[in-house]
């Protein structure tokens, strides 16, 4: 078993943020936490921060997301409401029905920023639902006994790490050929639209000048994407 690394900058962070503990001290909890919950030792370091009011969600790299998928959701608080913010009705923005609680939490917190008017949230927690959700078509198509159907979404030349979500996409895209005609259309429309919604979501999450509006936001129409999705699972 390959031993697992923890990055140097969340061990930084935690000593900052935990100045009394020695370095050894951290690295146990982070252990403890990892074997606990089967994830990766940077991954932990997010679960930790869950209890303790922090995030360590922007230092983690695809393995660690990976190992976090189906456990736990990264937080967005929305600090210093008013009574009437606090009273204030979470607006349905998005839906999609299932019964996975974690999918379902997401779901709340997508609608949360979109109700306290955190566009750029919004698109960012939605294209982390769609990369989930597209991934789940992969292995509802391609069951991932097969190393070649598992090479559609994971990487095997670095140790199985999830693809970036526009290389998953293509891949998927590759295979939706030898599927009906109608199947493949569907496919290929869910691919198209949330291929777009990524290159937007992800201008904005990396340029600090560019800032998510609400009419941007409704433009993009996610909820289309996740209604065709929704057609795709109803024949499984």
């Known amino acids: 078993m390959v031993k697992q690394k923890l990055n140097p900058k969340i ?6 943020k935990f100045p009394k503990k ?17 994830v990766t030792l940077n991954a932990a370091a997010e679960i930790w921060g869950k209890g303790d009011g922090f995030s360590m969600w922007g230092l983690l790299d695809e393995k660690d997301r990976e190992s976090l998928r189906d456990k736990i959701f990264q937080v967005i ?11 204030k009705k979470i607006i349905d923005f998005v839906n999609y029905e299932t019964d996975n609680k974690f999918l379902k939490l997401h779901l709340e917190e997508i609608n949360k920023c979109y109700t306290n008017s955190c566009y750029t949230a919004s698109f960012v927690l939605i294209i982390k639902f769609l990369e989930y ?7 509802y198509k391609f069951p991932k006994k097969s190393k070649e159907n598992r090479e559609i979404y994971l990487d095997s030349s670095n140790r199985w790490r999830l693809r970036g979500f526009s290389e998953i996409i293509e891949n998927f895209k590759k295979k939706a050929k030898g599927f009906d005609r109608e199947e493949e259309r569907l496919i290929l429309r869910i691919m198209e639209l949330s291929n777009k919604f990524k290159d937007d979501a992800d201008n904005k999450a990396h340029s600090l000048y560019h ?7 409704e433009d993009k129409n996610p909820q289309q994407i996740l209604d ?3 057609m795709f699972f109803k024949d499984y």
């Open 77 to 87: 608080k929305i600090k210093n409401q008013s009574n009437n913010e606090r009273r």
């Open 133 to 139: 959700l597209i991934v789940e078509m992969i292995k």
């Open 11 to 16: 061990l930084l962070k935690l000593k900052k």
């Open 211 to 217: 800032i998510g509006g609400k009419k941007e936001l």
């Open 22 to 38: 020695t370095e050894n001290a951290l690295q146990v909890k982070l252990s403890k936490l990892s074997r606990k919950n089967k």
């Open 228 to 230: 065709s999705i929704k």
